[in-house]
């Protein structure tokens, strides 16, 4: 048989095993005219992601998505020990673990704060992959923070006002996430969303900060988009991970893991729009 009648047999070969891998290929041919090597490998098709286990063919972060470029700042957790720029209120409770940046929270801690002293910026976007691990069920539930709080002491940030909200719930709690901006005097724009929230379940979190706007991104998505001028602050922030207890209760087990933490700043534009809905502007009560 000659080369030229081989070649389609080859290529259907070629896709069915590819569709036996239990993986999809797109169009593109198995086999390259004449006797060139393949130049570029199918693009493989993960239909789990971004919750996939194990190593993901779809992006899971913005960053990829929106072509936010090369990380201006980066921590991967993947050597070593857990650098000495990281600071906590609770050395014993903090570690990496399995490549993860690793908070622990015991049934009495009332509140872990982590944060990097070597990142900080008035504008850019901040990006990480979190989730909240439930180690027993019996008593009450840790609320598990990923924000970024002002530069510039605690009278800055008095009972959460200035800072701006990444992602913040318990898990299993109403399977609500949510995400704000706090400016003084005390003004509130809020948003939250539906997401499977269970104990191990993995999501990604973003924010962009620019001076004319703020958007939130959850697993790739822009969420909320808000231009109003009371919502740009214009202040230098710090990304900080924080788990917190219920004054007085006993509380689960738990710790909170972060796969990654990036900071991209704003040289390159979003490859796609951010328009998206604005939030719900409100008034906070005391946070304290």
Known sequence: MSLTRLRPVMSLIAGASLVAGGVLATSQPAVTSGSRPLTEAPRLVNHF???CIG????PTNAAKVFRWGREAWRQEFEDGPLSKHWHTNHPRLVTTQVGMLTI???PHTKRVRVRPDNQRAR??????RVRAVEMETRHRTFRFNWELVPVGGRKRYHCGAQSIVLASYR???AKVVRGAVRTLPHREFA?????DLRSRAWHTYAVEVTPHRI???VDTRVIRTERRAGALSGLKYKPRFRIQGVHGARMNASRMQMDWVRYYDLHRPNAKSVDAPRMRKRSYADAC
């Open 49 to 51: 992601a971004p919750g």
């Open 55 to 58: 190593y993901c063919h779809h």
């Open 104 to 106: 622990f929270a015991n």
């Open 123 to 128: 504008y850019g976007r901040w990006e990480a």
């Open 171 to 173: 898990p299993g709690d």
């Open 191 to 195: 948003f939250s969303k539906r997401l």
């Open 215 to 217: 958007s939130w991104f």
